[in-house]
């Protein structure tokens, strides 16, 4: 009864138009993704940074390292220096929930799969969910590496 609760309490804040929605859909994949069935695409972008993230720019324009910089946050999300958004405190609240309640729905369907570790490995979904989590560290390493070059240029950020 508590697991159909917490499904019902995810669904309806699904309907809210917010990035917990793409999370609930993630969710949902979760089986398919854990028997290698639904692939995981990682990006042309991360891709590239995957190859080499030290890699020295062909343009080192601030203007050409920024645009690249913009790319990599698309993917990878704001990075760590990014300002914070000021947020009142039902919007705080309102985001609490739905993290929370993404999180249950993300738990319950997890252990809603028996032997779910021995099934990831066999199936080859664990490896290539390590070679996804390795192209999202090339990336903010990249990301990193793009950064210094800026400061070094003395490049302004957006």
Known sequence: MQRVILAIAALALSACATKEQ???QEIGATPLRDL???KVEIPDILRTAMDN???APAEKTCPALLAQVADLDEELGPDIDAPEEKLDHMDASKQFLEKEATG????TVEGAIPFRGWLRKLSGAERASRHAQSAVLAGKIRRGYLKGIMESNSCQKA
């Open 22 to 24: 793409n999370r609930i």
């Open 36 to 38: 290698n069935i639904a």
């Open 53 to 55: 993230p030290y890699k």
């Open 104 to 107: 249950a729905l993300q738990r």
